[in-house]
């Protein structure tokens, strides 16, 4: 069941460089979550959205409900961001077996 | 503050040994939760424990079983372990059940069965 498929797998870019990861899911949503796992394979959840738009530094997040589709933004990209990037939907009427999980995108910030 | 703590970080067994993964939280969280990732995939839900006191399968609870040993603690069993348990193993704490809360990982436990 590829409920949530993110896009692209793997990204490598120059620092500096505009990021988007793109994240489309196929079921009804109540939120939409962003993490990033760090390459010593911690966890941090970066953004949870049910609608619009969130920014935090230079990370920005949007969500179409309409469209069932997010995207991560990174500007002004480091390599300190590189990381892999999974975004998480928690499915409508769900409990904790609601939230579904991508693949990840592998984000490699070049110097 | 800690967080999430898991023990061990890694671990290396011997298939149908047995052996059991801790997991505290310094949050006062309600819920938490025990997840599996291999390469490839998805995090994928193994148990749950909405409160303490309760605890539920999730996506692949076969092979597992686990304690909600009081607010803070909730531990993961493998009892006769196989290849196929060979993963990465994180615990996860929210608020409550979440619908609509974030969560909280641990740093994960390499777990390599031979």
């Known amino acids: 069941k590829n409920e949530v498929e993110q896009s692209p797998q793997n990204l490598t870019a120059q620092e500096g460089e505009f990021i988007t990861i793109n994240c489309s899911y196929s079921?009804?949503?109540?939120?939409l979550h962003w993490l990033q796992q760090h390459p010593g394979g911690g966890i941090v959840s970066l953004f949870m959205?049910?609608?619009g738009k969130k920014k935090h530094g230079r990370l920005i997040a949007t969500i179409n409900i309409q469209e069932k589709h997010s995207s991560l933004h990174i500007t002004a990209s480091h390599p300190r961001d590189s990381a892999v990037y999974i975004c998480?939907?928690?499915?409508?009427?769900?409990?904790?077996?609601?939230?579904?999980f991508g693949k990840g995108t592998h984000l490699i910030i070049q110097p | 503050n800690a967080g999430v703590t898991q023990t061990p970080k890694f671990q290396v067994l011997k298939t149908g040994q047995s052996m059991t993964l801790q997991c505290a939280q310094d949050?006062?969280?309600?819920?938490m939760y025990w997840y599996r990732q291999d390469p490839g995939m998805g995090l994928r839900l193994i148990y749950y424990?909405?409160?303490?006191?309760?605890?539920d399968k999730g996506e692949v609870p076969n092979g597992y079983n686990v304690s909600r040993l009081n607010k803070r603690e909730f531990s993961l069993r493998l009892e006769s372990a196989a290849p196929s348990q060979t993963s990465v193993y994180f615990c996860?704490?929210?608020?409550?059940?979440?619908?609509?809360?974030?969560?909280?990982f641990g740093a994960g436990t390499r777990l390599s069965v031979l």
């Open positions: 949050m006062n969280h309600n819920s």
């Open positions: 996860a704490s929210s608020p409550n059940l979440m619908t609509s809360n974030i969560q909280y």
């Open positions: 998480a939907v928690i499915r409508s009427g769900g409990g904790a077996d609601g939230l579904t």
């Open positions: 424990s909405a409160s303490e006191g309760t605890t």
């Open positions: 079921v009804g949503i109540s939120a």
């Open positions: 959205l049910s609608s």
